[in-house]
Structures are given as C-alpha cells and as structure tokens.
C-alpha cells in the first residue's frame, strides 16, 4: 500500500459544486500539506498542517478549505469550485526534522467545467 | 522568504549524455535543498537533499548533486543519460523556520535517441 493515498484520482465536476479531496498516509507523521500544480508554475502551497489542531494558509488559499480529522487524514475542500480551479492536487507529509523530506501521493486530477 | 529559481523549463539531451539541471536558491540562512521527479502521471520522488553533512550529494539512478554556497546553486547532474530519466524534476527548499517546501517552476528533460 502507498504511504500517502489520495482519493478520488480523478474528478471532473461542474462550476459552483462543492467537492472534496482526500488525503490519508501511513507514515505516523504529524505534518501534512496540500499543494496544487498547474503547468510551469511548480507546486504551490496551499494548505498545511503541523498537527490536528494546527492548520496554517499557504500561497493559494482563497477558494480552498482544509480540515485534519486525524493524524493520518487531511482533506481538501472547494466550497464552489471554479475552471481556474482546474489542476493536479497533491498531499504530501513529512516528519518534523529540518531535513526531512516530504512522501507524496499519487495527486487528484481535478477538471472543473 | 526563501525561493529556488530553475533555469530552462525543457532541457534536451541525447542518451548517453550529460544531463545537468539548474537550481539556484536563495536564502539568508543555510539551507536544506532538495530533489525531487516527477515520473508521467505519477506524484513526487525523491531523488536526493542537502542537509549540510556534505556538498556533494548523491541520490538514486546514478543522479548527484553538488551544493556550492558561493554560488548560491544545487545543480543536479548524471554522467550519462538514459531513455527512462525523462521526467519533470523539480528543486525545493525548506522555508525559514524549517516549516515547509518551496518548489521551483520545474524542468522537463527529454532524452532523444
């Protein structure tokens, strides 16, 4: 089984739907994140979470909401999701160490038409 | 905050041929750098970090890197390129306080027969 696993793969949903990303990981790390890519642009931050009651707004968060429901679990919501809002959308968690690395999931899909 | 810059979003080489990839940082701190590939349809690997212990980093599929302070850059380089490196890689660095990654734009190589 992957360390990080995201559901679904891939969306396609209509303009003004809400729809959920979610995200769980085996790890046993307290960190996670959500990034969004978007071609020559990288990733960029969105969200990210240090513990269960910690939740922080990266670079890209308007339009996004987060929840950590558990250690292993952080899910991603689009209250009213919008075509700009179309990308691939990857979790990912790591450890607390400077030199850490970050573990990524396989990353959502999602079209918004 | 600190940031990575990559040069050259393609880069294109022959099999069996150098491959060197790009990365410049910049921080007021030391940093921790990082790495990664992103394989087609696939998320985030990691291919190597620096986390001080040595300049000269090696990583997974012959892939190394060297971290040069005076220049401020993480160039990721491979002796000889094969048909199976093509992929998106992409540079990342840890932010001040040690809390989350910040990625470069990426670069795509492509290996040619």
């Known amino acids: 089984d992957a360390d990080v696993t995201q559901t679904p793969r891939n969306r396609i949903t209509k303009t003004g739907k809400r729809i959920m990303l979610e995200c769980s990981q085996t790890?046993?790390?307290?960190?996670m994140y959500w990034y969004r890519q978007d071609p020559g642009l990288g990733l960029r931050l969105i969200y990210y979470s240090f513990d269960v009651k910690d939740i922080n707004k990266g670079e890209i968060s308007d339009g996004y909401s987060v929840s950590r429901q558990a250690q292993a679990k952080f899910s991603l919501s689009l209250e009213s999701a919008i075509p700009n809002q179309t990308a691939l959308y990857f979790c990912?968690?790591?450890?607390?160490?400077?030199?850490?690395?970050?573990?990524f999931g396989q990353g959502t899909r999602l079209t918004v038409v | 905050a600190q940031s990575v810059t990559q040069l050259g979003s393609h880069v294109s080489v022959s099999e069996g041929a150098l491959v060197l990839l790009r990365c410049n940082y910049s921080?007021?701190?030391?940093?921790?750098l990082f790495w990664y590939v992103q394989y087609p349809n696939q998320g985030l690997q990691l291919l190597l970090k620096?986390?001080?212990?040595?300049?000269l980093v090696k990583g997974i599929n012959g892939f190394e890197a060297e971290f040069k302070k005076s220049e401020t850059s993480f160039h990721l380089t491979k002796p000889s390129a094969h048909m199976s490196d093509a992929a998106e890689y992409f540079c990342?660095?840890?932010?001040?306080?040690?809390?989350?990654?910040?990625f470069g734009k990426g670069t795509m190589l492509l290996v040619s027969p």
């Open positions: 620096y986390t001080s212990a040595a300049t």
């Open positions: 790890k046993g790390h307290d960190r």
């Open positions: 990912a968690t790591s450890g607390q160490g400077a030199g850490t690395e970050a573990f």
């Open positions: 990342a660095v840890r932010n001040s306080g040690y809390s989350t990654l910040t």
């Open positions: 921080s007021s701190v030391p940093p921790y």
